[in-house]
């Protein structure tokens, strides 16, 4: 059984450690700063963490409501989630979206958003299995040299 509690500035490490062996990039400082951001921030900023009974990291997920974004209403955005890979299908991803949905809907958001590398089907499919869907929004980019 997993617990889902809100993330305090003392997993970092562990935060950090994972999302490097799951990405192959450290980036310390990133995770630091966005844990000093959401970890008690603003009530719109939410950054969750999944533990094993003794207090192992499972996973985490982060978002924060944002309004009016492109003349959109406001909606809670997923901005990060990583699952232990040893510790997936097991159902804590679904427990840390489902969690971090609940506080959106408590806020009064009626929809949740993310960005998805279209290459990234593990992801994609994840995503797809908590019923989210295409939105209204179509992303575009333009590399700057």
């Given at each position: 059984m997993i617990a889902i509690r809100?993330?305090?500035?003392?997993?970092?490490?562990?935060?950090s450690a994972l999302d490097a062996r799951l990405t192959g990039q450290a980036k310390?400082?990133?995770?630091?700063?966005?844990?000093?951001?959401?970890?008690?921030?603003?009530?719109?900023?939410?950054?969750?963490?999944?533990?094993?009974?003794?207090?192992?990291?499972?996973?985490f997920i982060a978002g924060e409501v944002r309004?009016?974004?492109?003349?959109?209403?406001?909606?809670?955005?997923?901005?990060?989630?990583q699952v232990d890979p040893k510790?997936?299908?097991?159902g804590a991803g679904s427990a840390l979206f489902e969690a971090l949905a609940a506080r959106f809907k408590a806020q009064g958001v009626t929809h949740v958003r993310t960005l998805v590398d279209r290459k990234d089907h593990l992801i994609l499919s994840f995503f797809r299995a908590q019923g989210?869907?295409?939105?209204?929004?179509?992303?575009?980019?333009?590399?700057l040299s």
């Amino acid at each position: 059984m997993i617990a889902i509690r809100p993330a305090e500035p003392a997993d970092l490490s562990a935060v950090s450690a994972l999302d490097a062996r799951l990405t192959g990039q450290a980036k310390a400082v990133y995770w630091q700063e966005t844990l000093a951001r959401y970890a008690g921030g603003p009530p719109e900023r939410h950054f969750l963490v999944a533990e094993t009974p003794k207090g192992g990291l499972v996973g985490f997920i982060a978002g924060e409501v944002r309004a009016w974004e492109f003349g959109q209403p406001p909606a809670g955005w997923v901005f990060a989630i990583q699952v232990d890979p040893k510790l997936r299908l097991k159902g804590a991803g679904s427990a840390l979206f489902e969690a971090l949905a609940a506080r959106f809907k408590a806020q009064g958001v009626t929809h949740v958003r993310t960005l998805v590398d279209r290459k990234d089907h593990l992801i994609l499919s994840f995503f797809r299995a908590q019923g989210m869907v295409a939105g209204p929004s179509l992303q575009l980019d333009k590399e700057l040299s």
